[in-house]
DNA sequence: CTTAGTGCAAAACCTTTGCAACTCT
DNA sequence: AGAGTTGCAAAGGTTTTGCACTAAG
């Protein structure tokens, strides 16, 4: 798990700066492991804490992370870009199950898809370094409350 | 692949009406079978032939036609949405490859995501009724071309 | 004739940008 | 000091909506 040291390491190796506002950004996220935040989400959690920090640096240090690996961008069809911790330490990915009923976004930790990527490489020379994998259905709790 | 008629008759089982700008929209899927239009693609095209047609109206069919099941919404994380026909009769899906570096979006024709879809029903009790996978990489050009 | 659909313009959103003030290094 | 960063407000781009008018069943 990505921590301030690490945030301080990556911006430093390409002169960017650390400042309060990309480390309160980024512990919004660590203090919200479970959940896929909107910039709107990160704004209205921080502003809490730093009532002056604006919208435009969430969306600014939203990008920023992400081009540092740190955050994950993420989509679920739902008008707006979502993040999360980029776990790209561990060597599977998790993906989404997204119910269509309720809307809720559920993690699924799977390593079967290693071998679908490799054989995927090879037959289309497709060089590959990351995927997104989205299931759409109905969840459990949907499914036990009748169809929708 | 749909046609007009399938068309008329999906419209007919929910009471909407079969408008000549909706068969407009749709044969502008039909007449162009490789690509992922936008909202914006798709007004530039119907309107060389019928000039009156809105944007709004684009907007509103495209998301009917994704309502009946009849095109397939997507997202390549540029911003806007995209679509294609939904060939929900083959068994197999097709999924993207999309170069980081061009931006160009390939088709992958592939079977063995079933049987990973099989298993994760079992697993984690969720009704899957549809997927989506995005392979991020470099296509074999811009790999020649040199790294980005 | 009745209900649904259309076109237009305005509004609503999400996201990006210009710029002067500010703050890390 | 100097380069990068921030906040604010304005602008940009996509998508949605209200409403009078039109067309399909």
Redesign the interface.
């Known amino acids: 798990m990505i921590n301030m040291v690490d945030l301080k390491e990556k911006l430093r190796e390409r002169q960017y700066k650390l400042t309060s506002q990309r480390q309160t950004i980024l512990q919004s996220f660590i203090d919200n492991p479970d959940r896929h935040l909107s910039a709107e989400d990160v704004y209205n959690i921080v502003r809490l804490q730093s009532p002056d920090l604006g919208l435009a640096t969430v969306y600014r240090t939203l990008e920023l992370l992400s081009e540092l690996d740190i955050l994950q961008?993420l989509?679920f069809?739902d008008g707006r870009s979502r993040y999360e911790i980029n776990e790209m330490s561990t060597p599977h990915h998790h993906h989404h199950?997204i119910?269509?009923s309720c809307g809720r976004v559920?993690e699924?930790e799977?390593d079967?898809?290693e071998t679908?990527?490799t054989?995927?490489?090879r037959k289309?020379?497709?060089?590959?370094?990351?995927?997104?994998?989205?299931?759409?259905?109905?969840?459990?709790e949907c499914?036990e409350k009748g169809e929708d």
């Open positions: 961008k989509d069809g199950l119910c269509l559920r699924f799977d079967l898809l679908l990527e054989a995927i490489a289309s020379k497709f060089m590959i370094v990351d995927h997104q994998l989205k299931f759409y259905g109905y969840c459990q499914q």
